[in-house]
Antibody, heavy 122, light 110 residues
Framework: QLVQSGGGLVQPGGSLRLSCVAS????????MDWVRQAPGKGLEWIGR??????????TYAASVRGGFTISRDDSENSVYLQMSGLTTADSAVYYC???????????????WGQGTMVTVSS | QSVLTQPASVSGSLGQSVTISCTGT?????????VSWYQQHPGRAPKLLLF???SRPSGISNRFSGFKSGWTASLIISGLQAEDEAHYYC??????????FGGGTALTVL
C-alpha cells in the first residue's frame, strides 16, 4: 500500500511537500506518479519519476511544470511531491500512484495512496 | 494539457450493459495501446479496471471489458450491478511522454 502525508492549508504563493511511503513492495522497480483531483472535478495527471535505470528522469504536466518537483528515495521506499508558488487552482486531493509496470511504464496505476487534501487559501 | 473526451453521464438498468466512450487524438489513444480505465466511488481513491485497452488486473470481474478503434477507446460494463454506480475515467499515454485522463463519466444504475 501507499500511505501519504503532508497535506493541509497553505497560503497563495506558498510551498508544501507531500510524502508517499510504500509498504509491501519495493518502489525501486516502478515508475511512480502523482495525480490530483480538484473538488468535484476529474482526475488530473501531474507527473512521474522513473526508476534508477532511467536516471530517475521526471516528466510533468504543462499545468505544473516549473512549480512542482517529484523526487524519490528508494532506500526509504518513498516518493515526494514538492510544490511551490501555489495558487488556489492547485487546491485538490493529491494521490501518489504506482505504475504496475516493472522497470518500464505500462501507464496503469494499480496501487494508489489514500489521497491528501491540499487547500490553497488566504 | 489535453483531456480525453468522455460523456458526462450514462445510465443503465440492473442487469443491462452500458458502454462508456473515451475519445482522444492521434497523439494519445490513436498512437498507443496504453489506455487504462479506472472506477472511483465517492471519497475513495480510483481503482484500476483495465489496462492496455482490454486487459483486466487480477480480481477484476470479467463484466468489465474494453476495446479501441482509432482514436476512441470504450469500456463495456455488462450485467450492471448496483455497486457499479460510480465515476469512470479513461487515461492514455501521449506522444509527449505524459499521461492524460478523460473528464470522467458518472454511471447511474437504474
Amino acid at each position: 500500500q501507499l500511505v501519504q502525508s503532508g497535506g493541509g492549508l497553505v497560503q497563495p504563493g506558498g510551498s508544501l511537500r507531500l510524502s508517499c511511503v510504500a509498504s509491501g513492495f519495493t518502489i525501486s522497480d516502478h515508475y511512480m506518479d502523482w495525480v490530483r483531483q480538484a473538488p468535484g472535478k476529474g482526475l488530473e495527471w501531474i507527473g512521474r519519476i522513473r526508476t534508477k535505470s532511467y536516471n530517475y528522469a521526471t516528466t510533468y504536466a504543462a499545468s505544473v511544470r516549473g512549480g512542482f518537483t517529484i523526487s524519490r528515495d528508494d532506500s526509504e521506499n518513498s516518493v515526494y511531491l514538492q510544490m511551490s508558488g501555489l495558487t488556489t487552482a492547485d487546491s485538490a486531493v493529491y494521490y501518489c500512484a504506482r505504475d504496475q509496470g516493472v522497470g518500464r511504464n505500462e501507464d496503469a496505476f494499480d496501487i494508489w495512496g489514500q489521497g491528501t487534501m491540499v487547500t490553497v487559501s488566504s | 494539457q489535453s483531456v480525453l473526451t468522455q460523456p458526462a453521464s450514462v445510465s443503465g438498468s440492473l442487469g443491462q450493459s452500458v458502454t462508456i466512450s473515451c475519445t482522444g487524438t492521434d497523439n494519445d489513444i490513436g498512437a498507443y495501446k496504453f489506455v487504462s480505465w479506472y472506477q472511483q466511488h465517492p471519497g475513495r481513491a480510483p481503482k484500476l479496471l483495465l489496462f492496455a485497452v482490454d486487459s483486466r488486473p487480477s480480481g477484476i470481474s470479467n463484466r468489465f471489458s474494453g476495446f479501441k478503434s482509432g482514436w476512441t477507446a470504450s469500456l463495456i460494463i455488462s450485467g450492471l450491478q448496483a455497486e457499479d454506480e460510480a465515476h469512470y475515467y479513461c487515461s492514455s499515454y501521449t506522444k509527449s511522454a505524459t499521461l492524460v485522463f478523460g473528464g470522467g463519466t458518472a454511471l447511474t444504475v437504474l
